[in-house]
């Protein structure tokens, strides 16, 4: 498959060779065709994210080292769908706000309004305030 040296000519002014180094594969491939990255024992977190991104069915199947390509890849699976959760969510809580604020809007109320009733009430509360205090001199 791969050599250690490979040897390209190249046809140029001078006529002269290159001499490419390739790499070797590090070791025996696996009869039964995993991977040959580390494996590494998964923590609670890690066997939830491996069953609910379905790469087990259940946490008892899960063996005791599993790979890092196999973790890294449930976790962004994972982070992909709770993502995409969150997307919906938003969507959801923005369309929410419009029906409600398209029915405020239908009864009457607006911010603006909300707003001169405050200053109203408190001016009143401020006055009321004013006249019950004695006056110094």
């Known amino acids: ?21 390739m790499a070797t594969p590090s070791g025996p491939k696996p009869v039964d065709g995993g991977s040959v990255s580390p494996r590494y024992k998964p923590t609670e977190f890690q066997k939830t994210l491996l ?16 790979s890092s390509e196999t973790i890294d ?14 997307i919906v969510l938003t969507a959801l ?10 029915a405020a809007a239908k009864r009457g109320e607006s911010v603006h309004k909300m707003n001169l009733d405050w200053h109203k009430q408190y001016e009143e509360d401020y006055k009321k305030k004013q006249e019950g205090e004695p006056k110094a001199a």
Do not use: Q
């Open 73 to 86: 890849r449930a976790r962004t699976e994972a982070r992909i769908k709770f993502s995409n959760f969150l």
């Open 1 to 21: 498959m791969f050599t250690k040296m490979n040897r390209i000519n190249l046809l140029g002014r001078n006529n002269f060779a290159v001499i490419r180094f």
């Open 51 to 66: 069953v609910w991104t379905k790469k087990y069915k259940s946490k008892e199947e899960i063996p005791s080292l599993v």
């Open 93 to 102: 809580g923005s369309f929410s706000a419009i029906l409600l604020g398209k």
